[in-house]
């Protein structure tokens, strides 16, 4: 049967939340443009996405699903995000098999319905999908779906390596200051702490399977044939020409989640764009509503950090002594796993109707809502990005891989944020949380945050009409698919 000539192209996120979410806002867009797209999920994330989502899926946006190699959820619905190290190592091992399947099946059924792959656009660190594109001749192309700044610092990894500051040379390296030196030759980056950077450089292996994925999956970053960020031109400019001398064409699409403002009114494309693997607690937004103009501060850890019984417990009573309003996103799998008296009855009592505690909610919409001021967030980049396009200043407090590098960025070059001391206080946070709040120090972020809100929304901006303009993002998504994805 002849095929429709649409283009078509797999897209393969790392299977984890905060990658999940801007692959699927990509293939949204791509499906906006006209291409058929095949959205691979892990059979693990599928079934959860199947219990919070339903079974969604249009005639040109289909979801499949390949085997990770790990054991299946709990069939109890009380999953959660998979240990992240074995992600790493499994799926680089156990996917590019049933990937090529997968292609070789659409391929095969090929038809006025589902025409041949096109091109695979793949998650940095899911490089196997390279060579499944190699194979049958089309376009791989990468997403990046952290910022430029970390993306240069882990091309540098080889380069601390050769340097012999990685490995570490014994365990002390841990805790004698070892982890302060400065690291200031990383081209277009700011000066960092060697800690600062991914948490997989804190070893003594010179075999470390963790740090040589890294350093492999980067490394292949430069046979792409083009490499898709979720940041912005100005948001990144020193990084990002750095990276432009060393890499192939980087297209900067982002804030990606600002192209899709306006969801689609049909019902399933809608369902579509949502891919929370939790069910989400839209309750909080109705409470938001309540509440006055810039009133609130919005807690939330994203989809992996588990921050331990005692900081959580800090973290309760600081929000509780800092007397301002609080909406904080505790996850479900965090209240069962550790200890139930990180949140006791006394905390809910004392804060009453200034607290509100959620199970996993809609983020995006939350930041947008007029009655946050401030974010407590671990830095991950999604949040950050969605933080800054929102104007909203922060309070940092990262936890591992990219957030600390993050946090730099938000605290001293963007100027939008504050950084939590790694052992959380409650005293520290009332004090924080007050600040940000507050007219004085809080007054300076927020002013800084609504410059970057602005430029963050520019560089978003479509065309108006046929005779130019456009935002930089906007302009590179058009060129994207033009020179790469469409040959
Ligand atoms: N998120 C959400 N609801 C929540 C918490 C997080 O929708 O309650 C989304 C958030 O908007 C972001 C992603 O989950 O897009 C988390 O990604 P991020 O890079 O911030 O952190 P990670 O989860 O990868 O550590």
Not at 127 to 149: H, K, M, N, W, Y
Not at 324 to 342: G, I, K, Q, S, T
Request: glycine share 8%; hydrophobic share 40%.
């Amino acid at each position: 049967m002849e095929s429709t000539g649409k283009p078509h192209a797999v897209c393969i996120p790392f299977p984890s939340q905060g990658h999940i979410n801007p692959m699927l806002k990509l293939a949204t867009l791509l499906h906006r443009k006209g291409f058929h797209i095949t959205f691979v999920h892990t059979q693990y994330n599928r079934t959860r996405l199947l219990e919070s989502q339903g079974d969604v899926s249009l005639p040109d946006f289909q979801i499949a699903a390949i085997s990770d190699g790990l054991p299946p959820p709990p069939d109890d619905g009380n999953a959660a995000t998979q240990d992240i190290r074995s992600l790493c190592l499994s799926t680089q091992v156990n996917c590019l098999e049933p990937l090529n399947e997968l292609i070789d099946g659409l391929n095969h059924r090929s038809s006025c319905v589902v025409p041949p792959v096109s091109c695979v656009v793949y998650d940095m660190i899911m490089s196997f999908a390279l060579d499944a594109a190699e194979r049958i001749g089309v376009p791989g192309v990468v997403l990046q779906t952290a910022g430029a700044c970390s993306f240069m610092c882990n091309k540098y990894l080889t380069h601390l390596v050769e340097k012999g500051f990685v490995p570490l040379k014994d365990k002390s390296c841990m805790t004698n200051g070892y982890l302060e030196t400065q690291i200031d030759w990383i081209p277009g980056v700011i000066p960092l702490k060697l800690g600062e950077l991914t948490h997989t450089i804190q070893t003594t292996d010179p075999n470390d399977p963790l740090l040589n994925f890294v350093i492999t999956q980067f490394a292949r970053s430069s046979k792409a044939a083009a490499i898709i960020i979720n940041s912005f031109d100005a948001l990144e400019q020193n990084a990002l020409s750095s990276l432009s001398s060393i890499c192939p064409p980087i297209y900067t699409v982002g804030p990606l989640h600002l192209f899709l403002d306006q969801p689609p009114k049909n019902p399933t494309a809608k369902s579509m764009t949502i891919s929370s693997l939790w069910k989400e607690d839209t309750t909080c937004l109705k409470w938001l509503d309540s509440k006055p103009e810039r009133s609130v501060i919005y807690v939330n850890f994203g989809s992996i950090a588990v921050p331990t019984p005692q900081q959580m417990s800090e973290l309760a009573w600081g929000l509780a002594g800092s007397e301002e309003n609080f909406l904080w996103v505790v996850r479900p799998d965090l209240l069962r796993r550790e200890n139930p008296a990180a949140l006791p009855p006394e905390f809910r009592e004392e804060t009453g109707e200034r607290g509100f505690v959620s199970g996993w909610g809609p983020q995006e919409e939350v930041l947008r809502h007029p009655a946050v001021g401030g974010f407590l967030t671990h830095c991950g980049w999604n949040s950050v990005v969605e933080g800054v396009s929102a104007g909203v200043p922060m309070i940092c407090w990262p936890f591992f891989a990219d957030q600390r590098i993050n946090c730099r960025y938000v605290c001293d070059e963007w100027r939008v944020g504050v950084e939590m001391n790694r052992d959380v206080e409650r005293d520290e946070v009332g004090v924080l949380v007050r600040e940000l709040m507050g007219r004085e120090r809080g007054g300076a972020l927020r002013r800084r945050a609504e410059e970057w809100r602005e430029k963050a929304a520019a560089a978003a901006a479509a065309a108006v009409g046929g005779d130019g303009g456009g935002g930089s993002s906007w302009l590179k998504l058009e060129r994207l698919v033009h020179e790469v994805l469409i040959v």
